[in-house]
């Protein structure tokens, strides 16, 4: 840094702007004046400034006009100063841009006080790409680890999370077409724990738990294959389950199930199944469950084969800080279609996880890019409905990323039932961020999240002007925040490699 000269004023004098040209003026030089000791300002510089050449003086004085309102009215005026603020709990994030105090987040907290009119801890993060979504989860992931909060990143699409990870001192799990890492589906998770010292009622229970999770599983990958499932495909579903895993014979430890196996109950079907499910004939079954068989078939093989169709290798660590898994791998190839389903199927996993938890055991679970899943249709779009509807429950916090509102509407036709669970879902999320965005989808966010205009326009105006500017939608407050990143966390989020090289 070059020392700086001790002058009065720090702007830039004429002199000093011409000798950037190479000219200099005649000039009588001064003394620097010192300020005084006790006082840091020499002299008070007056409304119009100093009268001197080059030191900006105003002959007239900008007019300032006085208003005089109701607090009633004042809100209306200046929208995003109503209200006393947040209470300073969670993570602190940045700044509030109106008030220059600081700005935390901490939706768990607001959940429980009463004053804020917010009654889940979902969020929703919107913003065009690069303007700082996943800057900012992970600016709160690290943040809120001192409040216990652990996070589960279900389905890094671009491994940008390994980094935060790794600087956790936890080694981030990969999934992809040639790498040794497998994910079941169909996996226990923790409800296998001491399963055999468990009474009877508790058995019960978390046998019910499993089969729900399961079948909501098999409907969602059956559907996001255009095969309906209907209560005869979830009757021979429940069946083959019950079958497998050893419950219908009452086995007290139930054997570990994949979809592969499930498929080959299907493919050649014990007598027992076929009159169960109340089939004439062998045939008969193989006609009415050839959509079910072939779908899930497509889940063996292809682009997904060797990913999700054996026993898992990855043992979580419950207690570390952080788990990540990674897709890069399968999204580079090109396929988002399997990206879906993959992300599907971690989030069924990521719910297992959730199943066993404690009291007081509190996750972050993150859905970046969410519309990937969510663009493989109706059943899709209801899994994530059904998570997001959990978090009450299980006190976890849902982050959801997305570009833009419409996102999770391109699950569907316009109209469709898809569509309108997609568009219901943004009501799922009492805290919205709304990141920088371009015209276009201003008119777009106004209509789905009742923004004024003068919201809108912040939105495509001052947030598109730095990163991490975002209007905050905390139940029906809405606030000006400038999220501020660490020098750390600036090296720990950089996603702009690609783009510097
Ligand atoms: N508040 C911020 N201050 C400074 N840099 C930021 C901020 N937010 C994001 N960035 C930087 O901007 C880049 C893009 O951010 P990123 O979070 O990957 O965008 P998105 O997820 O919205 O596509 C990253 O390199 C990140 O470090
Ligand atoms: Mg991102």
Redesign the pocket.
Known sequence: MSPRRNTTSSARSLDELLTDFGGQMPRKETAAVEPPADKLFPKVVRARGTRHRGHGWAPTLPPLAGYQMTSEQTPVTWPLIAGDGLPPTGAPMGFNVLSGGSFYCDPMGWVNDDNIGVTNPNVFIF?K????????VKAFMLRMIRFGYRSLVLGDVKD?YEDISRALGVEPYRIGPGLSGRINPLDFGPLAQDWEAQDRVECARRGAILFNRWLALIRGLVGSQNVPFTPTESRVMNRVLRDLTGWSRGQSKLTQITIPMVWAALDTPTDALVTECRYETRQDFFDGTRGLRDALGSLCEGELEGLFDTASTFQPNWRAPIQTLSLNTLHANGNEAAVGIALMCLNSWGQGMREMAEPGDRRIVLRDEAWMQTRLGVEAVKTLDSNLRMSRNDGDIQLV?YHKPSDPLSAGDQGSQAAQIAKDLLHLADVRIL?GQDDEVAAELGHLLGLSRMQQELVTGWAMGD??RALWMVGDQRYKVQ???TPLE?RL????EAIAG
């Open positions: 913003g790409p690069g303007r700082g979504k996943s800057a900012l940008e990323t990141l990163k991490g999220t501020v990143l600036r989020t950089y996603t702009n």
